[in-house]
């Protein structure tokens, strides 16, 4: 039953063969173009969600990987944003579906795949929080995309600081665990002031931030207690952790934000 819910239909997969055949055509982008035409095909997919409106905007946050990091992301890792982001274009799915939730095995590539995800939904001037299991892996991938965003005109930021500052939540996209994101709401109940202030792109002044785009890294481990766990030992530290069994890791996004149609 939980397949027949969740697994991609025949009219699914036929869309993102449509989008495979149309990234491999897409343009290839300077460095220097790529905020302009970044943020222009953001808006763009936005104001009027196709497969093909898409493929171009990936295929402008491919050449930002080529050129920054000359890393160039596979196919599979294409194929399994665009999987999420049929969300934006099908109807059926914005009226029964709060998000998706996919299977991205070890080694699959799973942090390029949340940055590709975060900038599809932070050029379309969405705020977008990136929730890790720990504060170590949060850094890792601000460390490691900040370039990569940046050349897109896209801020970012970590909340693994502590104390966490105001000026740490003035980013489009935000990496966190969930403990971070928990107190930080837990905290401006208490002090009964706003400490997640942002300027979104393009705009001049700063606003109170919406959990608009969530994306969930390993949310077995970031959110739910596993019914099955193993007791690990540090062998030096004698130190005693909990692990799930299950050795794939799993990948959700949660939109709520208002999607446009053409």
Not at 49 to 66: C, D, K, Q, R, W
Request: hydrophobic content about 40%; proline content about 3%; glycine content about 4%.
């Amino acid at each position: 039953n939980a397949e027949k819910i969740y697994s991609l239909s025949e009219s699914d997969l036929s869309q993102l063969q449509e989008f495979g055949t149309l990234l491999q055509k897409s343009k290839k982008y300077s460095k220097n173009e790529l905020k302009s035409e970044g943020q222009k095909l953001g808006l763009i997919f936005r104001s009027c969600p196709s497969i093909e409106n898409l493929a171009n905007l990936i295929g402008v946050i491919i050449s930002g990987f080529v050129e920054i990091l000359k890393i160039k992301p596979y196919m599979i890792q294409n194929l399994s944003v665009a999987s999420f982001c049929l969300f934006f274009i099908n109807e059926n799915w914005k009226m029964n579906l709060k998000g998706r939730i996919a299977q991205i095995a070890t080694g699959e590539g799973k942090s390029i795949i949340s940055a590709i995800l975060a900038l599809v939904s932070s050029l379309q001037g969405y705020f977008t929080d990136i929730i890790t299991s720990n504060a170590y892996l949060a850094k890792f991938a601000y460390n490691k995309f900040k370039k990569v965003f940046d050349s897109f005109g896209i801020t970012s930021s970590h909340i693994t600081n502590d104390p966490i500052k105001t000026e740490d939540f003035n980013a489009m996209i935000i990496y966190g665990t969930n403990t971070d994101f928990e107190f930080t709401l837990l905290r401006e109940k208490i002090n009964l002031k706003d400490q997640m202030i942002t300027q979104r792109t393009g705009k001049v002044n700063k606003e109170k931030r919406k959990h608009e785009v969530i994306i969930v890294d390993a949310p077995i481990r970031s959110m739910i207690t596993p019914k099955k766990t193993e007791l690990l030992k540090h062998p030096k530290e004698n130190k005693t952790s909990i692990t799930p069994t299950k050795k794939s890791l799993m990948f959700s996004l949660k939109f709520d934000a208002t999607v446009d149609t053409c």
